[in-house]
């Protein structure tokens, strides 16, 4: 049984920073997708960015540039880099992990809140 730990959420000003952290437990895959999707209120989850075991990195366009995505594969855990903060990232960030066939787990989600 796959499980996500999200932690790092919070309240930054326009332009701080913040870093979220996924922890994945019970995953063992050859490769697969592990990263983030956001939902802000009233609007579809989207995502964010993500890092496929093998090393490659993906970025929402709204993103690239300000946010950056890592992994450590010893410990199963993707860290999301989030510099330059706007108001319009302010959502609901899911931790998300996707396998090549398919199957997919959710984190229960953590609040990032852009204001001054």
């Known amino acids: 049984q796959v499980q996500l730990e999200e932690s790092g959420g919070g309240l930054v000003q326009p332009g701080g920073s913040l870093r979220l952290s996924c922890a994945a437990s019970g995953s063992i895959f050859t490769d697969d997708f592990l990263g983030w999707h956001r939902q802000a209120p009233g609007k579809e989850r989207e995502l964010v960015a993500y890092?496929?075991?093998?090393?490659?990195?993906r970025y929402a366009a709204s993103v690239e540039g300000r946010f950056t995505i890592s992994r450590d594969n010893a410990i199963d855990t993707v860290y999301l880099q989030m510099d330059s903060l706007k108001p319009e990232d302010t959502a609901v960030y899911y931790c998300n992990l996707r396998t090549l066939t398919g199957s997919e787990w959710w984190g229960q989600g953590t609040q990032v809140t852009v204001s001054s």
């Open positions: 890092a496929s075991r093998r090393g490659w990195t």
